[in-house]
Structures are given as structure tokens and as C-alpha cells.
């Protein structure tokens, strides 16, 4: 199995909280078509630090029950810590990858997997573990990317090559930056009916949280990138420049790329 590609260490896990604050409304929102309420039993795939973990315990409450599958210890022991801080005693915790984690047969209402599964390498086997975990009539909800449309005013040369390496950043770890893309054929061979598909896209000028969420994105991974050989160092430093160039710009606008939302019933 490849390495999780964009690592596991405090500065990614503060960059997953603000992430998570810039992306809510979107979540929250989908969560919410999706139909998930007080009593059912959710499953957090790839819950990270448990950002949604915990607004999924919010709203499923203490009848409820909310499992956070993370294999990296950091993250996992993270959220541990919060719900022994806060008092939280109905969540459950799989340290594993879900490929090689044991879970419940037909068990969860609702299975939750934001920007994981575009990380994998094989998105069926990551699939049918969940398909297998879920109750008839359970729902699955994802949310990953159609990896296209991040664009930035103004449009350099330079930043012209930025999509590019952040999709072969996810490639070079196993990954696929159109995931999204390949869902509903997935969904269709599993025996899971698709019930939802719904891109979002945010942009804003450059006090918006969306630019500082590319910021702190690019800003944290472009000598990763080149440290897998995905972009030269030079490249990376390149690109590492314009984008401090042009960042606080009057006029700058970002867009970001396509977030899907993709559910299904089994
Ligand atoms: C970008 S983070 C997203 C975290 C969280 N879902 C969120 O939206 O805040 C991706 C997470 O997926 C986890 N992960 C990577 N490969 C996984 C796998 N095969 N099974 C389960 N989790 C995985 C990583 O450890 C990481 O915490």
C-alpha cells in the first residue's frame, strides 16, 4: 500500500482544521440532504482529526454513535483526547486503514469519507469495505475531487503549471485528483444506488478564507512535491515565488477546484 502522500505531522493537522472551517457550510449541507439524524450509527473514514466526527456526534447525538476509522496515531489520538475533554463516551475509535480494518457487517446508517478516497489506490477494495460495513438502505456519502478549475487572477505563466503538479502529486501517492469522476461506475458495480452528485466550487478575492486555504495548501506542499519528484526544486521554487508574488495582490482572485458531493444508497 502507497504512503498516505500528503503526510501526518501538526502543521497538516492545523491546515485540516482550518480546511475544515473554509469547506463546512458545504459539508454541513450535504450532510443534511443525506438525511443523517438523532439515533443512527456513523462511520468517519479517513476521519483525520475528527472535524466531522464530531459535528456527525452533534447531530446524531447520545442515542447515537459515531466511529472514527484513522490509521495515522496523531490524528486518531487527537480526537481521542477531545472526546475524553469534552465527556463524549458514545464514539468509537479503528486505527487501521479501512482496506485492512475489521468492521460490522451491515451495521452503519450512514458512512461518511470526505477527501480520502482520492488518495487510495484501489477505490473498489476502499469501496466494498464500506459497501459491507453498511445496512440495506444505509448511505454512503463522499466528498472528493473533480480535480479541475483551480485557477488564480492574475493568471501567470507559472501558476498555469500549479494544477498540473497537484495532480500528479495525488498520482505519484497512488491517488486519483478526478475521483469523483469514477464514483457513479463504482457505486453501479457495488450494487449502490446514486442518489446524489453535486459539485461546489467556492472563489473569493484575496482576503477570502478560500484564498488562504490554497495558500496554506500550496505553501505546505510544494517541496513535498518536489521532494517525490513531481516538480523540479527549481519548479518548486519557482512557483513557490510567483505564488508569494501575487497572494495579497488588490485584485487577486482564486477559484478552487471542483469538490463533488457523491452519495448512494445500498
Ligand atoms: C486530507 S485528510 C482528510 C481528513 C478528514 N476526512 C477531513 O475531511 O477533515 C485524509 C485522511 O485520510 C486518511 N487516510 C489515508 N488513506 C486512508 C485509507 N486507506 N483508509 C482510511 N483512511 C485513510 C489519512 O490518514 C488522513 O487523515
Redesign the pocket.
Known sequence: ?SD?V?G?NQKELER?EF??GVWKDVTNDFISRCGVSRGMKCL??????G??SLDLLNIVGNDGEVTA????KL?SEYFQNLCKEKGITNTKFVSS???EADLPENYFDFVF????IG??PDPEL?LSKIYSALKPGGTIAIQDYNYEGLTRYPQTEIFKDVPDAVRDYYRKGGGNPYIALKIPELFRKLGITLTDYKPNIKAGGKDSLVFEWVHRFLVGHFSSMANLGVISAREADEMFQDWLEHRYQTDAVIFSPIVVDVAGKK
Not at 44 to 49: E, F, S
Open positions: 500500500m498516505y500528503l501526518v485540516l480546511q475544515h468517519d473514514v479517513g476521519a483525520g482529526p472535524f466531522v476509522l484513522e490509521p495515522s490524528y486503514n479501512i482496506e469519507v470526505r477527501w480520502v488518495f487510495v476502499f
